[in-house]
């Protein structure tokens, strides 16, 4: 019996990446002890997330188990697809609170967008693979082309924050496979140029609150309120925070959104200064093994996805916390690994597993 165990344990073990993985978990956890106390001790909600976990640590070993190589052959249909069920959100999708942003299956709802965070970046990381050694100019407008269809649809729904961040993503495919200093030099100059021009087109809540972010005493109990009680919560929590369970800014519900995107708030006010430094010191490391694994990929496709999965990673949890603590304009994007979410905690873990894919296969290649 104890042969046998070894032998499972093997199998499910043998291509998962333990320090990414402890890291991980680790965040994981985190994350459900906040929910915890940020859902007023609502177990079913917790219950929930940790039904999406379990599926998510499937996924992740399923996707882990697979050769890079076999991810690429996938990358097309798959960006298809996702773009087709954008295209279906945009035509028929779920409306909650006032945000198209979902499609109803029946047994669950799913979002779109969430599988764009993966399905983009093996898009164009199969693209630059595919014209490996002869990359020209046109290539990168016909994948900026592929980051723009997507990131218009999101912002559609609209989703201003997913929205720009996948095309960060997008971004950091182009920039890990050689685009110019100067041509983002230029791209950043044209953006900002433009800057006044993409603000009009904004949504009336998303205007209110970039201007609110420039003028934090514009409107502090309509569009400033959400970053206003954040701080407040972060600031009341010093340098040892308030106690688990103990935190006033969030069971005496100022705290709005506090199990999604502003669950680092109840996190900094329950366990201070130190406690967000020790997360902060969990995303560094998760962050830094990411990137030794894109430095250490066998092929340009591995690189290209690993880099941008891992950036993914850093500018989630960077937008979030700088969103949370006032340094950055409210965008409604959630904490990775930490805030509520069944559909986004799934495409951070396949995220993972494809990682611990390229990192596992490397070793196999170089064999």
Do not use: C
Not at 167 to 173: E, K, L, N, R
Not at 193 to 199: E, F, I, N, R
Not at 313 to 328: H, K, P
């Amino acid at each position: 019996m104890g042969h046998v165990l070894a032998q499972i344990w093997e199998v499910l073990t043998r291509r998962i990446d333990g320090f990414l993985f402890a890291i991980a978990l680790s965040i994981v956890g985190v994350g459900l002890i906040t929910l915890f106390s940020a859902t007023d001790q609502n177990v079913a909600r917790v219950s929930s997330q940790l039904g999406s976990l379990g599926f998510a640590l499937v996924l992740m070993w399923l996707v882990a188990n697979v050769p890079p190589q076999s991810l690429a052959r996938v990358a097309v249909p798959l960006y298809v697809v996702a773009v087709a069920m954008l295209i279906a959100v945009a035509m028929f999708g779920t409306v909650v609170n006032g945000s198209r942003r979902w499609l109803n299956l029946g047994v669950a709802r799913f979002q779109p967008s969430e599988l764009m965070k993966v399905a983009l970046p093996l898009m164009l990381a199969w693209y630059f693979q595919k014209f490996e050694g002869r990359i020209r100019w046109k290539d990168f407008v016909l994948t900026a082309i592929l980051i723009a269809v997507p990131v218009y649809l999101i912002k559609r729904q609209p989703d201003l924050g997913t929205a720009l961040l996948i095309g960060a993503a997008g971004f950091y495919i182009l920039y890990l496979a050689g685009l110019s200093w100067k041509i983002i030099l230029g791209l950043v100059i044209v953006a900002g140029a433009a800057a006044p021009l993409v603000l009009q087109h904004l949504h009336g809540y998303q205007r209110e609150r970039i201007l609110t972010f420039l003028d934090p005493s514009r409107d502090p109990l309509g569009a400033g309120y959400h970053a206003t009680q954040a701080s407040i919560a972060l600031g009341s929590g010093g340098v040892i925070g308030k106690g688990w369970l103990n935190g006033t800014q969030t069971h005496l519900d100022f705290l709005p959104e506090k199990h999604t995107d502003f669950i680092f708030a109840v996190f900094g006010e329950e366990f201070g200064l130190i406690g967000a430094a020790l997360l902060l010191l969990l995303y560094l490391l998760l962050i830094g093994r990411g990137m030794v694994i894109a430095a250490n990929a066998s092929t340009l496709f591995a690189r290209l996805v690993a880099g941008a999965v891992t950036l993914m990673f850093f500018t989630y949890a960077f937008v979030n916390m700088g969103m949370v603590s006032g340094l950055l304009p409210v965008v409604g994007v959630p904490l990775p690994l930490v805030s509520f979410g069944g559909t986004a905690l799934v495409s951070l873990f396949i995220g993972l597993g494809i990682l611990m894919s390229v990192q596992s296969h490397r070793k196999l290649m170089n064999t």
